[in-house]
């Protein structure tokens, strides 16, 4: 968290110095001088684009940058009473459901939701303890699906309820949960994966569907998600901060 926290903050620092650099161009008459100006502008440009337009894909992967080891972190193996149940009968009791503020909501079992558009890609996840780890991850793009549930005007946030209590000593606030807002989940690679490395989901990554949110860090990617409540406001939900970890002081954005 804190190695991550500290090279966004590099990287704003950076951007306010181009930015200062680009407001003494009128004074630099020598054209050595304005070419390394001009460089400069272009690097603030680029991280302005990298810090500010949350649109742009995030670095895919060849096959073989893969990792063999792909840890698993957090919940690996819920034991939810109605988790344990669905993961007997190999999830074909599984359904997720959209509900909140949409026109249709809807109850998806493993073959619909294989059924919407869906994409694959290889992605780096990187986790604030301080690893990272590449993967093929395929799944239903998240814009389709909310396409089909119709967005109510007042929808801002998607929240992603899951089947396991990470603390079980916070009772129902030892749930997690996540949140993203639209911009993510209309982007283009934002999926609910189903599959990993071309086979179905495994449990310790979040069986039988997760979220991918490649913008973002990794405590973002909801495993284990029963429930996706599209609302215009997350204060009442939890601790009211929009995610398990964020309720316990993680940021809310997580951008890399
Ligand atoms: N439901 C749920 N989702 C979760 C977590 C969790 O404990 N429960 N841990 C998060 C964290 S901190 C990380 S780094 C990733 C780990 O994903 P992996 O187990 O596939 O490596 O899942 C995230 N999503
Ligand atoms: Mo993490």
Not at 165 to 185: F, H, K, M, N
Request: aromatic share 10%; proline share 4%; glycine share 10%.
């Amino acid at each position: 968290m804190t190695a991550s926290r500290r090279s966004w903050l590099r990287g704003l620092s950076a951007a306010a110095a181009a930015v200062f650099v680009s407001a003494c161009d009128r004074i630099a008459g020598d054209p050595g001088v304005r070419t390394g100006l001009r460089s400069a502008e272009r690097l603030n440009l680029g991280l302005h684009r990298r810090l500010f337009d949350r649109r742009t894909l995030a670095r895919e992967y060849p096959e073989a940058a893969i990792s063999a080891d792909f840890r698993a972190n957090g919940s690996t193996n819920p034991s939810d009473l109605d988790y344990r149940a669905l993961a007997k009968g190999s999830f074909a009791a599984y359904r997720l459901v959209v509900d909140g503020l949409v026109d249709r909501p809807l109850s998806l079992d493993l073959a619909a939701l294989r059924a919407l558009p869906a994409r694959s890609q290889v992605t780096r996840h990187d986790c604030v303890e301080g690893w990272s780890a590449i993967a093929r991850w395929s799944g239903a793009r998240l814009g389709p699906l909310l396409a089909q549930a119709g967005l109510k005007p007042e929808a801002r946030y998607l929240v992603f309820h899951c089947f396991d209590t990470l603390d079980p000593e916070a009772g129902e606030q030892g749930r997690y949960y996540e949140s993203i807002d639209l911009v993510d989940a209309l982007h283009p690679q934002t999926l609910l994966a189903y599959e990993m490395n071309g086979a179905p989901l495994g449990i310790a990554h979040g069986a039988p569907v997760r979220l991918r949110v490649e913008r973002q860090l990794g405590y973002k990617h909801a495993k284990y998600v029963r429930r996706i409540e599209v609302v215009a406001d997350f204060s009442h939900i939890s601790g009211g901060r929009g995610g398990y970890w964020e309720d316990r002081g993680y940021e809310w954005y997580a951008g890399i």
